[in-house]
């Protein structure tokens, strides 16, 4: 079953317009490999940060690429531009390209124009990762509360569509976790401006989403924008 990944990666400096022939090679090259469209993304809340959202049909598709001639030649491409770390997966002071996988293919609709969802509605609405912003939501859960988390989602999920609209709401668990214990629910929401997303937390009925913030240790958001150009 396609799997999304999902990669962070730290720039040594602004985002500038020399940069963007190597991401493009970097888009070749990743397509090329899984066969499926690769999209680049900057943070806004920190612009240093650059994100890749991809499909590959399983996350050992990804590993065995990972090694390969044409992936090591990416990281001797972008030497100096992005925080590398000292290997794959491995960081700096806490800084480096950091990579894992969501079980699902997240970008399905983004490729097709239509959802995957059930009933009519659900077709109509397009994907988070066409709208001007998206929302990028880490949920940090206790194993043990993965079904309490996954049934309370579903419970309030509507508060949050009656804000995004027209736009999908997709996310999927992380399949490598940090800890046996530890699980991890990514989501993403597609929004016309960040200001949008931020005026949904002033309404009453946030009162009823923040619900699922009962069943999780800890999240964070933060916001991007497709790189122009690639």
């Known amino acids: 079953m396609p799997c999304t990944e999902f990669a962070l990666l730290p720039l040594t400096s602004p985002l500038s317009p020399r940069l963007l022939p190597k991401l493009r090679t970097c ?71 950091r990579m894992w996988h969501l079980e699902g293919d997240a970008l399905s609709s983004l490729r097709t124009g239509v959802d995957e969802g059930i009933g009519e509605e659900d077709a109509k609405k397009k994907s988070p990762f066409s709208a001007p912003i998206i929302s990028c939501n880490r949920h940090y859960i206790s194993s043990h509360n993965r079904e309490g988390f996954s049934a309370k989602f579903n419970e309030v999920k509507h508060t949050l569509e009656n804000e995004t609209k027209e736009y999908e709401i997709e996310g999927g668990w992380r399949i490598e976790k940090e800890a046996e214990d530890k699980e991890e629910w990514v989501m993403f929401c597609g929004w016309e401006s960040v200001e949008k997303h931020m005026a949904f937390s002033k309404k009453e009925s946030f009162k009823e989403w923040r619900g699922i913030v009962d069943w999780v240790e800890g999240f964070e958001v933060r916001h991007l924008r497709l790189i122009e150009g690639l």
């Not at 397509?31 to 920190?46: D, L």
């Not at 991809?54 to 100096?80: A, C, I, K, Q």
């Open 27 to 97: 888009k070749h090259v990743l397509e090329r490999a899984s066969g499926y469209p690769c999209h680049f993304y900057q943070q806004v809340e920190n612009p240093s940060y650059m994100y890749i959202v991809g499909t590959w049909e399983s996350p050992g598709h990804h590993e065995r690429f990972l090694p390969s001639v044409e992936n090591l030649g990416l990281f001797d491409l972008l030497r100096g531009e992005v925080v590398l770390g000292v290997g794959i997966g491995e960081t700096v002071e806490g800084r480096g390209i």
